[in-house]
Protein backbone atom coordinates (compact mmCIF):
# COMPACT_ATOMS: atom_id res chain seq x y z
CA UNK A 1 0.00 0.00 0.00
CA UNK A 2 1.51 3.53 -0.84
CA UNK A 3 1.56 6.67 1.10
CA UNK A 4 -1.48 8.11 -1.09
CA UNK A 5 -3.63 5.26 -0.45
CA UNK A 6 -2.69 4.52 3.50
CA UNK A 7 -3.72 8.37 3.60
CA UNK A 8 -6.91 8.78 1.53
CA UNK A 9 -8.12 5.60 4.05
CA UNK A 10 -6.88 7.41 7.18
CA UNK A 11 -8.94 10.26 5.70
CA UNK A 12 -12.05 8.28 4.44
CA UNK A 13 -12.45 7.14 8.11
CA UNK A 14 -10.94 10.34 10.02
CA UNK A 15 -9.69 7.45 11.81
CA UNK A 16 -5.54 6.75 12.81
CA UNK A 17 -6.61 3.34 14.88
CA UNK A 18 -4.14 0.77 14.41
CA UNK A 19 -5.61 -2.50 16.41
CA UNK A 20 -2.98 -4.70 18.13
CA UNK A 21 -3.58 -8.64 17.37
CA UNK A 22 -1.42 -9.13 20.69
CA UNK A 23 -3.93 -12.49 21.03
CA UNK A 24 -3.29 -14.67 23.79
CA UNK A 25 -4.65 -18.00 23.93
CA UNK A 26 -5.34 -17.91 27.94
CA UNK A 27 -7.13 -14.26 27.72
CA UNK A 28 -9.76 -15.09 24.60
CA UNK A 29 -13.18 -16.25 26.11
CA UNK A 30 -14.13 -19.30 27.15
CA UNK A 31 -16.74 -19.86 24.79
CA UNK A 32 -13.87 -19.43 21.53
CA UNK A 33 -11.62 -22.17 22.59
CA UNK A 34 -13.47 -25.23 21.44
CA UNK A 35 -13.11 -23.94 18.05
CA UNK A 36 -10.54 -25.77 16.10
CA UNK A 37 -8.60 -23.08 15.40
CA UNK A 38 -9.48 -20.36 18.78
CA UNK A 39 -6.87 -17.48 18.06
CA UNK A 40 -8.18 -17.06 14.23
CA UNK A 41 -11.53 -17.19 15.16
CA UNK A 42 -11.41 -14.61 18.27
CA UNK A 43 -9.00 -12.18 15.93
CA UNK A 44 -11.75 -12.47 13.01
CA UNK A 45 -14.21 -11.55 15.68
CA UNK A 46 -12.52 -8.70 16.56
CA UNK A 47 -11.73 -7.31 12.43
CA UNK A 48 -14.97 -7.61 11.66
CA UNK A 49 -16.70 -5.95 14.79
CA UNK A 50 -13.76 -3.00 14.56
CA UNK A 51 -12.86 -2.48 10.86
CA UNK A 52 -14.91 0.41 10.69
CA UNK A 53 -13.27 2.31 12.51
CA UNK A 54 -9.47 1.11 12.06
CA UNK A 55 -7.14 1.58 9.24
CA UNK A 56 -4.65 -0.79 10.08
CA UNK A 57 -4.14 -4.06 12.11
CA UNK A 58 -0.80 -4.98 13.45
CA UNK A 59 -0.31 -8.79 14.69
CA UNK A 60 2.51 -9.09 17.42
CA UNK A 61 4.29 -11.79 15.69
CA UNK A 62 6.13 -13.29 19.57
CA UNK A 63 2.24 -14.31 20.38
CA UNK A 64 1.83 -16.62 17.16
CA UNK A 65 5.24 -18.01 17.30
CA UNK A 66 4.85 -19.08 20.57
CA UNK A 67 2.05 -21.37 19.48
CA UNK A 68 4.28 -23.39 17.16
CA UNK A 69 3.14 -23.84 13.50
CA UNK A 70 -0.45 -23.74 14.48
CA UNK A 71 0.51 -20.00 15.29
CA UNK A 72 2.02 -19.47 11.82
CA UNK A 73 -1.09 -20.99 10.37
CA UNK A 74 -3.65 -18.97 12.52
CA UNK A 75 -1.37 -15.81 11.33
CA UNK A 76 -1.77 -16.66 8.29
CA UNK A 77 -5.39 -16.95 8.24
CA UNK A 78 -6.29 -13.69 9.26
CA UNK A 79 -3.85 -11.88 6.97
CA UNK A 80 -5.41 -13.79 4.10
CA UNK A 81 -9.08 -12.89 5.68
CA UNK A 82 -8.20 -9.47 5.78
CA UNK A 83 -6.43 -9.10 2.13
CA UNK A 84 -9.79 -10.36 0.79
CA UNK A 85 -12.18 -8.69 3.24
CA UNK A 86 -10.20 -5.21 3.75
CA UNK A 87 -8.65 -4.24 1.31
CA UNK A 88 -7.99 -0.98 2.53
CA UNK A 89 -7.05 -2.12 5.70
CA UNK A 90 -2.37 -2.00 6.09
CA UNK A 91 -1.01 -5.07 7.49
CA UNK A 92 1.65 -4.31 10.00
CA UNK A 93 3.74 -7.17 10.87
CA UNK A 94 5.24 -6.56 14.73
CA UNK A 95 8.06 -8.59 14.66
CA UNK A 96 11.33 -6.17 15.31
CA UNK A 97 13.51 -7.96 13.31
CA UNK A 98 17.39 -6.92 12.70
CA UNK A 99 20.07 -8.98 11.15
CA UNK A 100 22.72 -8.49 8.42
CA UNK A 101 21.72 -8.23 5.13
CA UNK A 102 21.38 -11.85 3.58
CA UNK A 103 19.17 -12.51 6.68
CA UNK A 104 17.53 -9.63 6.46
CA UNK A 105 16.48 -10.24 2.91
CA UNK A 106 15.03 -13.67 4.12
CA UNK A 107 12.68 -11.69 6.48
CA UNK A 108 11.55 -9.30 4.12
CA UNK A 109 10.68 -12.54 1.69
CA UNK A 110 8.89 -13.69 5.04
CA UNK A 111 6.63 -10.72 6.04
CA UNK A 112 6.06 -8.86 2.43
CA UNK A 113 5.63 -11.96 0.55
CA UNK A 114 4.92 -15.23 2.30
CA UNK A 115 2.62 -13.32 4.40
CA UNK A 116 1.80 -10.44 2.76
CA UNK A 117 1.92 -7.52 5.03
CA UNK A 118 2.74 -3.90 4.09
CA UNK A 119 5.00 -3.61 6.13
CA UNK A 120 7.61 -5.14 9.09
CA UNK A 121 8.58 -3.21 12.39
CA UNK A 122 12.28 -3.50 12.91
CA UNK A 123 15.55 -2.67 15.20
CA UNK A 124 18.41 -0.40 13.93
CA UNK A 125 21.33 -1.79 15.81
CA UNK A 126 22.78 -3.74 13.42
CA UNK A 127 22.39 -0.55 10.78
CA UNK A 128 21.84 -0.24 7.53
CA UNK A 129 22.22 -3.29 5.56
CA UNK A 130 20.15 -4.63 7.89
CA UNK A 131 17.53 -2.22 7.20
CA UNK A 132 17.75 -1.60 3.65
CA UNK A 133 16.21 -5.45 2.54
CA UNK A 134 13.26 -3.79 3.84
CA UNK A 135 13.29 -0.69 1.65
CA UNK A 136 13.14 -2.22 -2.04
CA UNK A 137 9.87 -3.45 -2.73
CA UNK A 138 7.21 -1.21 -4.47
CA UNK A 139 4.68 -0.02 -1.35
CA UNK A 140 5.90 -2.24 1.47
CA UNK A 141 7.38 0.17 4.20
CA UNK A 142 9.93 -0.20 7.07
CA UNK A 143 8.84 0.52 10.44
CA UNK A 144 12.23 1.24 12.75
CA UNK A 145 12.23 1.74 16.57
CA UNK A 146 13.04 4.87 17.37
CA UNK A 147 11.89 5.84 20.70
CA UNK A 148 9.91 2.92 22.36
CA UNK A 149 7.47 3.78 25.41
CA UNK A 150 8.96 1.21 28.04
CA UNK A 151 11.13 1.53 30.66
CA UNK A 152 14.15 -0.14 28.95
CA UNK A 153 14.03 2.88 26.52
CA UNK A 154 16.42 4.72 28.81
CA UNK A 155 18.91 1.88 28.80
CA UNK A 156 20.34 2.49 25.45
CA UNK A 157 17.93 5.07 23.62
CA UNK A 158 18.07 7.89 26.18
CA UNK A 159 21.68 8.17 26.65
CA UNK A 160 23.18 11.36 25.05
CA UNK A 161 25.56 11.30 22.66
CA UNK A 162 27.94 13.62 23.79
CA UNK A 163 29.23 16.85 22.05
CA UNK A 164 30.52 16.08 18.61
CA UNK A 165 26.35 14.89 18.19
CA UNK A 166 25.18 17.66 19.66
CA UNK A 167 23.93 15.83 22.90
CA UNK A 168 21.48 14.24 21.13
CA UNK A 169 20.41 10.86 22.34
CA UNK A 170 20.62 7.73 20.92
CA UNK A 171 16.94 7.48 19.30
CA UNK A 172 17.68 11.04 17.97
CA UNK A 173 20.74 10.11 15.70
CA UNK A 174 19.51 6.65 14.82
CA UNK A 175 15.74 8.33 13.49
CA UNK A 176 17.88 10.89 11.50
CA UNK A 177 20.38 7.77 9.88
CA UNK A 178 17.68 5.76 8.99
CA UNK A 179 15.46 8.63 7.57
CA UNK A 180 18.53 9.63 5.55
CA UNK A 181 18.17 5.83 3.68
CA UNK A 182 14.44 5.79 2.71
CA UNK A 183 11.84 7.83 1.83
CA UNK A 184 8.76 9.14 3.69
CA UNK A 185 6.91 7.14 1.27
CA UNK A 186 8.68 3.74 2.67
CA UNK A 187 9.93 3.80 6.43
CA UNK A 188 7.82 4.69 9.52
CA UNK A 189 8.81 5.09 12.78
CA UNK A 190 7.68 3.47 16.25
CA UNK A 191 7.75 6.18 18.78
CA UNK A 192 6.73 5.82 22.08
CA UNK A 193 3.96 7.70 23.65
CA UNK A 194 4.77 8.38 27.43
CA UNK A 195 6.39 12.17 27.22
CA UNK A 196 4.29 14.90 25.42
CA UNK A 197 7.23 17.14 25.56
CA UNK A 198 9.56 14.39 23.07
CA UNK A 199 6.35 13.47 20.91
CA UNK A 200 6.31 17.27 20.11
CA UNK A 201 10.39 17.52 19.79
CA UNK A 202 10.42 14.29 17.33
CA UNK A 203 7.63 15.50 15.00
CA UNK A 204 9.08 18.81 14.91
CA UNK A 205 12.26 16.68 13.69
CA UNK A 206 10.52 14.64 11.40
CA UNK A 207 7.87 16.26 9.91
CA UNK A 208 6.43 14.21 6.89
CA UNK A 209 7.17 10.62 8.27
CA UNK A 210 4.94 8.34 10.21
CA UNK A 211 5.02 7.50 13.05
CA UNK A 212 3.45 3.95 14.38
CA UNK A 213 2.29 5.00 18.61
CA UNK A 214 2.06 2.20 20.76
CA UNK A 215 1.30 2.52 24.38
CA UNK A 216 -2.29 4.06 24.33
CA UNK A 217 -4.39 2.52 26.77
CA UNK A 218 -2.63 -0.26 28.46
CA UNK A 219 0.57 1.14 28.23
CA UNK A 220 -0.44 4.20 29.46
CA UNK A 221 -0.36 6.84 26.73
CA UNK A 222 -3.10 9.67 27.03
CA UNK A 223 -4.88 9.53 23.00
CA UNK A 224 -5.86 13.43 22.93
CA UNK A 225 -2.00 14.61 24.40
CA UNK A 226 -0.65 12.26 21.80
CA UNK A 227 -2.64 12.96 19.05
CA UNK A 228 -2.01 17.08 19.64
CA UNK A 229 1.51 16.40 19.43
CA UNK A 230 1.94 13.93 16.14
CA UNK A 231 -1.18 14.36 14.52
CA UNK A 232 -0.65 16.48 11.14
CA UNK A 233 -3.38 18.50 9.67
CA UNK A 234 -5.52 16.58 7.24
CA UNK A 235 -3.12 13.63 6.15
CA UNK A 236 -2.25 12.16 9.97
CA UNK A 237 1.02 10.80 9.52
CA UNK A 238 0.27 8.84 12.53
CA UNK A 239 -0.72 5.02 13.64
CA UNK A 240 -1.91 4.85 17.01
CA UNK A 241 -2.09 1.20 18.48
CA UNK A 242 -4.23 -0.15 21.01
CA UNK A 243 -4.42 -3.43 21.56
CA UNK A 244 -5.28 -4.68 24.74
CA UNK A 245 -7.80 -2.28 25.45
CA UNK A 246 -9.49 -3.23 22.24
CA UNK A 247 -8.94 -7.15 22.64
CA UNK A 248 -9.92 -7.74 26.21
CA UNK A 249 -12.70 -5.07 26.88
CA UNK A 250 -14.97 -7.50 27.70
CA UNK A 251 -14.21 -11.34 28.34
CA UNK A 252 -17.77 -13.28 27.51
CA UNK A 253 -20.12 -13.83 24.78
CA UNK A 254 -19.94 -10.22 24.45
CA UNK A 255 -16.00 -9.45 23.63
CA UNK A 256 -16.71 -8.37 19.86
CA UNK A 257 -19.25 -5.72 20.64
CA UNK A 258 -17.54 -4.59 23.60
CA UNK A 259 -14.21 -3.99 21.27
CA UNK A 260 -15.77 -2.39 18.82
CA UNK A 261 -17.39 0.38 21.45
CA UNK A 262 -13.63 0.89 22.20
CA UNK A 263 -12.56 1.24 19.40
CA UNK A 264 -15.28 3.59 18.41
CA UNK A 265 -14.30 5.49 21.43
CA UNK A 266 -10.94 6.04 20.28
CA UNK A 267 -12.22 6.66 16.58
CA UNK A 268 -14.29 9.73 18.09
CA UNK A 269 -11.59 11.11 19.49
CA UNK A 270 -9.03 11.03 16.39
CA UNK A 271 -12.16 12.48 14.16
CA UNK A 272 -11.96 15.88 16.00
CA UNK A 273 -8.14 16.12 14.77
CA UNK A 274 -9.41 16.42 11.09
CA UNK B 1 22.70 -26.37 29.58
CA UNK B 2 24.60 -24.55 32.07
CA UNK B 3 27.97 -23.23 32.07
CA UNK B 4 29.90 -25.86 33.71
CA UNK B 5 28.43 -28.57 30.90
CA UNK B 6 29.09 -26.49 28.15
CA UNK B 7 32.74 -25.95 29.20
CA UNK B 8 33.06 -29.69 29.99
CA UNK B 9 31.69 -30.34 26.06
CA UNK B 10 34.62 -28.00 24.65
CA UNK B 11 37.39 -29.16 26.88
CA UNK B 12 36.15 -32.65 26.00
CA UNK B 13 35.83 -32.43 22.11
CA UNK B 14 38.82 -29.52 21.84
CA UNK B 15 36.37 -27.29 19.83
CA UNK B 16 34.63 -24.28 20.17
CA UNK B 17 32.72 -24.64 16.43
CA UNK B 18 29.34 -23.43 16.10
CA UNK B 19 27.69 -24.74 13.11
CA UNK B 20 25.29 -22.20 11.43
CA UNK B 21 22.36 -23.54 10.28
CA UNK B 22 21.17 -21.03 7.32
CA UNK B 23 19.91 -23.63 5.32
CA UNK B 24 18.91 -22.18 2.22
CA UNK B 25 16.41 -24.23 -0.07
CA UNK B 26 18.55 -22.94 -2.83
CA UNK B 27 21.62 -24.09 -2.11
CA UNK B 28 20.88 -27.83 -1.17
CA UNK B 29 22.15 -30.23 -3.62
CA UNK B 30 19.63 -31.60 -6.32
CA UNK B 31 19.61 -34.71 -5.37
CA UNK B 32 17.79 -33.61 -1.98
CA UNK B 33 15.22 -31.75 -3.45
CA UNK B 34 12.56 -34.70 -3.63
CA UNK B 35 12.83 -35.46 -0.57
CA UNK B 36 9.86 -34.94 1.58
CA UNK B 37 11.79 -32.11 3.96
CA UNK B 38 14.57 -31.28 2.03
CA UNK B 39 15.50 -28.90 4.68
CA UNK B 40 15.41 -31.24 7.31
CA UNK B 41 17.08 -34.08 5.17
CA UNK B 42 20.02 -31.42 4.47
CA UNK B 43 20.31 -30.31 8.23
CA UNK B 44 20.29 -33.93 9.39
CA UNK B 45 22.98 -35.17 7.08
CA UNK B 46 25.14 -31.78 7.91
CA UNK B 47 24.86 -32.36 11.58
CA UNK B 48 25.50 -36.49 11.12
CA UNK B 49 28.79 -36.01 9.41
CA UNK B 50 30.00 -32.54 11.51
CA UNK B 51 29.01 -32.96 15.34
CA UNK B 52 32.63 -35.08 15.85
CA UNK B 53 33.59 -31.56 15.57
CA UNK B 54 31.12 -29.13 16.66
CA UNK B 55 29.98 -27.93 20.18
CA UNK B 56 26.71 -25.98 19.07
CA UNK B 57 24.41 -25.41 16.55
CA UNK B 58 23.11 -22.48 15.32
CA UNK B 59 19.73 -22.42 13.10
CA UNK B 60 19.49 -18.61 11.84
CA UNK B 61 15.55 -18.68 12.25
CA UNK B 62 14.89 -16.33 9.32
CA UNK B 63 15.80 -19.10 6.69
CA UNK B 64 13.06 -21.31 8.62
CA UNK B 65 10.49 -18.27 8.86
CA UNK B 66 10.80 -17.28 5.32
CA UNK B 67 9.03 -21.07 4.29
CA UNK B 68 5.88 -20.27 6.01
CA UNK B 69 4.80 -23.60 8.46
CA UNK B 70 6.65 -25.56 6.40
CA UNK B 71 10.03 -24.10 7.75
CA UNK B 72 8.93 -24.06 11.24
CA UNK B 73 8.45 -27.88 11.03
CA UNK B 74 11.52 -28.70 9.88
CA UNK B 75 13.08 -26.34 12.41
CA UNK B 76 11.36 -28.25 15.21
CA UNK B 77 12.26 -31.56 13.54
CA UNK B 78 16.16 -30.62 13.32
CA UNK B 79 16.17 -29.49 16.81
CA UNK B 80 14.58 -32.59 18.37
CA UNK B 81 16.88 -34.83 16.22
CA UNK B 82 19.90 -33.16 18.33
CA UNK B 83 18.27 -33.19 21.30
CA UNK B 84 17.76 -37.02 21.16
CA UNK B 85 21.12 -37.73 19.46
CA UNK B 86 23.31 -35.42 20.56
CA UNK B 87 22.43 -34.47 24.14
CA UNK B 88 25.81 -32.61 24.39
CA UNK B 89 25.25 -29.72 21.78
CA UNK B 90 24.55 -26.42 22.56
CA UNK B 91 21.62 -25.24 21.18
CA UNK B 92 21.21 -21.34 19.76
CA UNK B 93 18.24 -20.05 18.02
CA UNK B 94 19.89 -17.03 15.92
CA UNK B 95 16.86 -15.01 16.05
CA UNK B 96 18.05 -11.52 17.53
CA UNK B 97 14.40 -10.65 18.78
CA UNK B 98 13.91 -7.68 20.85
CA UNK B 99 10.94 -6.42 22.65
CA UNK B 100 8.74 -5.09 25.70
CA UNK B 101 8.53 -7.02 28.45
CA UNK B 102 5.32 -9.08 27.58
CA UNK B 103 6.65 -9.86 24.12
CA UNK B 104 9.85 -10.59 25.51
CA UNK B 105 8.29 -13.31 27.62
CA UNK B 106 6.16 -14.63 24.45
CA UNK B 107 9.71 -15.11 22.75
CA UNK B 108 11.44 -16.53 25.40
CA UNK B 109 8.75 -19.15 25.46
CA UNK B 110 8.87 -19.56 22.32
CA UNK B 111 12.58 -20.28 21.52
CA UNK B 112 13.43 -22.18 25.21
CA UNK B 113 10.06 -24.15 25.57
CA UNK B 114 7.90 -24.96 22.06
CA UNK B 115 11.66 -25.25 19.98
CA UNK B 116 13.56 -26.47 23.49
CA UNK B 117 17.03 -24.38 22.64
CA UNK B 118 19.37 -23.49 25.19
CA UNK B 119 19.90 -19.81 24.14
CA UNK B 120 18.68 -17.08 22.28
CA UNK B 121 20.37 -14.10 20.04
CA UNK B 122 18.95 -11.00 21.22
CA UNK B 123 18.96 -7.35 20.13
CA UNK B 124 19.55 -4.77 23.03
CA UNK B 125 18.19 -1.56 21.70
CA UNK B 126 14.93 -1.54 23.72
CA UNK B 127 16.59 -2.20 27.24
CA UNK B 128 16.31 -4.33 30.31
CA UNK B 129 12.88 -5.45 30.28
CA UNK B 130 13.84 -6.79 26.57
CA UNK B 131 16.21 -8.82 27.75
CA UNK B 132 15.52 -9.66 31.43
CA UNK B 133 12.44 -12.49 30.65
CA UNK B 134 15.35 -14.50 28.69
CA UNK B 135 17.30 -14.55 32.04
CA UNK B 136 15.25 -16.37 34.53
CA UNK B 137 15.28 -20.08 33.02
CA UNK B 138 17.33 -22.25 34.93
CA UNK B 139 20.51 -23.15 32.34
CA UNK B 140 19.36 -21.13 29.13
CA UNK B 141 21.03 -18.16 27.90
CA UNK B 142 20.45 -14.97 26.07
CA UNK B 143 23.29 -13.95 23.91
CA UNK B 144 23.00 -10.55 23.58
CA UNK B 145 24.15 -8.32 20.54
CA UNK B 146 27.48 -6.19 21.13
CA UNK B 147 29.65 -5.42 18.57
CA UNK B 148 28.38 -7.19 15.08
CA UNK B 149 30.84 -8.28 12.04
CA UNK B 150 29.02 -6.29 9.29
CA UNK B 151 29.24 -3.15 7.20
CA UNK B 152 26.32 -1.45 9.58
CA UNK B 153 27.52 -2.28 12.60
CA UNK B 154 29.30 1.70 11.98
CA UNK B 155 25.75 3.40 11.87
CA UNK B 156 24.93 2.37 15.57
CA UNK B 157 27.15 0.61 17.41
CA UNK B 158 30.27 2.24 16.63
CA UNK B 159 29.06 6.27 17.66
CA UNK B 160 31.00 7.66 20.09
CA UNK B 161 28.80 8.67 23.62
CA UNK B 162 31.31 11.16 24.32
CA UNK B 163 33.08 12.45 27.46
CA UNK B 164 30.07 11.37 30.07
CA UNK B 165 30.89 7.68 28.91
CA UNK B 166 34.45 8.58 28.68
CA UNK B 167 34.39 8.77 24.67
CA UNK B 168 33.18 4.75 24.68
CA UNK B 169 31.93 3.06 21.91
CA UNK B 170 27.45 2.29 21.80
CA UNK B 171 28.35 -1.09 21.96
CA UNK B 172 30.61 -0.89 25.31
CA UNK B 173 28.21 0.97 27.17
CA UNK B 174 25.57 -1.07 25.97
CA UNK B 175 27.61 -4.43 27.15
CA UNK B 176 28.48 -3.12 30.23
CA UNK B 177 25.12 -2.63 31.18
CA UNK B 178 23.46 -5.73 29.51
CA UNK B 179 26.39 -7.54 31.87
CA UNK B 180 24.84 -6.02 34.74
CA UNK B 181 21.53 -7.49 34.31
CA UNK B 182 22.55 -11.14 34.32
CA UNK B 183 25.77 -13.67 34.98
CA UNK B 184 28.57 -15.38 33.38
CA UNK B 185 26.03 -18.59 33.92
CA UNK B 186 23.20 -17.08 32.03
CA UNK B 187 24.42 -14.12 29.22
CA UNK B 188 26.85 -14.43 25.96
CA UNK B 189 27.79 -12.03 24.17
CA UNK B 190 27.75 -11.62 20.02
CA UNK B 191 30.89 -9.91 18.82
CA UNK B 192 31.68 -9.38 15.21
CA UNK B 193 35.16 -11.16 14.19
CA UNK B 194 36.66 -8.08 11.27
CA UNK B 195 38.96 -6.21 13.61
CA UNK B 196 41.30 -8.07 16.27
CA UNK B 197 42.18 -4.82 18.36
CA UNK B 198 38.50 -4.57 19.43
CA UNK B 199 38.64 -8.26 19.67
CA UNK B 200 41.04 -7.84 22.59
CA UNK B 201 40.06 -4.94 23.61
CA UNK B 202 36.49 -6.88 24.20
CA UNK B 203 38.10 -9.70 25.94
CA UNK B 204 40.00 -7.37 28.08
CA UNK B 205 36.58 -5.62 29.37
CA UNK B 206 34.57 -9.15 29.40
CA UNK B 207 37.06 -11.99 30.70
CA UNK B 208 35.05 -14.68 31.86
CA UNK B 209 31.64 -13.83 29.40
CA UNK B 210 30.98 -16.27 26.43
CA UNK B 211 30.91 -14.61 22.40
CA UNK B 212 29.17 -16.48 20.05
CA UNK B 213 31.60 -15.15 17.00
CA UNK B 214 30.16 -14.89 14.06
CA UNK B 215 31.74 -14.30 10.41
CA UNK B 216 34.81 -16.50 10.28
CA UNK B 217 34.60 -17.89 6.87
CA UNK B 218 32.23 -16.30 4.42
CA UNK B 219 31.94 -12.73 6.77
CA UNK B 220 35.87 -12.57 6.55
CA UNK B 221 37.51 -12.95 9.88
CA UNK B 222 40.13 -15.00 10.31
CA UNK B 223 40.27 -17.90 13.16
CA UNK B 224 43.78 -18.30 14.37
CA UNK B 225 43.46 -14.38 14.84
CA UNK B 226 40.24 -14.56 16.47
CA UNK B 227 41.40 -17.36 18.78
CA UNK B 228 44.30 -15.54 19.50
CA UNK B 229 42.26 -12.56 21.04
CA UNK B 230 39.52 -14.11 22.51
CA UNK B 231 40.20 -17.96 23.58
CA UNK B 232 40.16 -18.45 27.43
CA UNK B 233 43.32 -21.25 28.27
CA UNK B 234 41.30 -24.24 28.88
CA UNK B 235 37.52 -22.97 29.18
CA UNK B 236 37.46 -21.31 25.62
CA UNK B 237 34.75 -19.30 26.57
CA UNK B 238 34.41 -18.66 22.66
CA UNK B 239 31.91 -20.05 20.13
CA UNK B 240 33.04 -19.72 16.65
CA UNK B 241 30.52 -19.74 14.31
CA UNK B 242 31.03 -21.24 10.71
CA UNK B 243 27.62 -21.22 8.30
CA UNK B 244 28.31 -20.91 4.46
CA UNK B 245 31.68 -22.33 4.60
CA UNK B 246 30.55 -25.70 5.93
CA UNK B 247 27.05 -25.87 4.62
CA UNK B 248 27.90 -25.43 1.25
CA UNK B 249 31.58 -26.76 1.26
CA UNK B 250 30.21 -28.68 -2.20
CA UNK B 251 27.18 -29.01 -3.63
CA UNK B 252 26.91 -32.61 -4.51
CA UNK B 253 25.96 -36.19 -3.20
CA UNK B 254 29.67 -35.67 -1.49
CA UNK B 255 28.33 -32.31 0.61
CA UNK B 256 28.34 -33.60 3.90
CA UNK B 257 31.65 -35.30 3.65
CA UNK B 258 33.00 -32.27 2.25
CA UNK B 259 31.22 -30.01 5.27
CA UNK B 260 32.67 -32.78 7.55
CA UNK B 261 36.37 -31.72 5.94
CA UNK B 262 35.75 -28.52 6.94
CA UNK B 263 34.20 -28.65 10.25
CA UNK B 264 37.24 -30.88 11.22
CA UNK B 265 39.86 -28.31 9.39
CA UNK B 266 38.46 -25.62 11.97
CA UNK B 267 38.27 -27.78 14.62
CA UNK B 268 42.02 -28.68 14.62
CA UNK B 269 43.04 -24.78 14.40
CA UNK B 270 40.64 -24.55 17.78
CA UNK B 271 42.46 -27.58 19.05
CA UNK B 272 46.03 -26.30 19.47
CA UNK B 273 44.64 -23.40 21.64
CA UNK B 274 43.71 -25.65 24.26
Known amino acids: MNRQQLIHNIQKKKSVLCVGLDTDIQKIPAHLRDHEDPIFAFNKEIVDSTADFAVAYKPNIAFYEAEGTKGWESLHKIIT ?3 ENYPDIFLIADAKRGD ?9 QTFYHTYQFHS ?4 PYMGKDSIEPFLRDQDKWAIVLG ?3 NQGALDVQMLSLGKTYNNQHIYQKVMQTVASW ?12 TNS ?15 LIPGVGAQGGDLNEVLHHTFVKNEGLVLINSSRGILYAANDQNFAMAARKEAQKLQEVMSTFF
Do not use: K
Open 197 to 211: EQLADIRSQFPEHFF
Open 120 to 123: VTLS
Open 182 to 193: GTTANTMFVVGA
Open 100 to 108: IGNTAERYA
Open 147 to 149: LTS
Open 81 to 83: YLR
